[in-house]
């Protein structure tokens, strides 16, 4: 099993930017490719970015790309988005997942979620 406990959600104007970490335990983080999806109520969570177990290839939601940055640092067993040029479509609350696949970017390739963090663009 593989604990995951997301964090830095806030509420930020839009043109701001964020840090979302992920903390993962209970296993060697650096067995897994991890991701992020992100929901609003009453829409499908979609995909944000996901990054190898090596961290040596990323994909991105062509929504994000280009303003958000996936990586890790496998030595403190966490995952990062840094969110900048943030807009107020980007509110949602954002998921950190995990897998033990190389790297995947579907909801169904993922075996482990995180609890989610808000977070919230004004405009």
């Known amino acids: 099993q593989v604990q995951l406990v997301e964090s830095g959600g806030g509420l930020v104007q839009a043109g701001g930017s964020l840090r979302l970490s992920c903390a993962a335990s209970?296993?060697?983080?650096?067995?897994?490719?991890v991701g992020w999806f992100r929901q609003t109520p009453g829409k499908e969570r979609e995909f944000v970015a996901a990054?190898?177990?090596?961290?040596?290839?990323?994909a991105y939601a062509v929504s994000v790309k280009c303003r958000f940055t996936i990586y890790r640092d496998n030595a403190k067993s966490t995952e990062y988005l840094q969110m900048i040029s943030l807009k107020p479509e980007d509110t949602a609350v954002y998921y950190c997942?995990?897998?033990?696949?190389?790297?995947?970017?579907?909801?169904?390739?993922?075996?482990?979620w995180g609890q989610g963090t808000q977070v919230t663009v004004s405009s």
């Open positions: 209970g296993r060697t983080f650096s067995d897994y490719a």
């Open positions: 990054i190898s177990w090596a961290g040596d290839n990323t």
């Open positions: 997942a995990a897998t033990r696949r190389y790297i995947a970017t579907t909801l169904d390739e993922f075996d482990y």
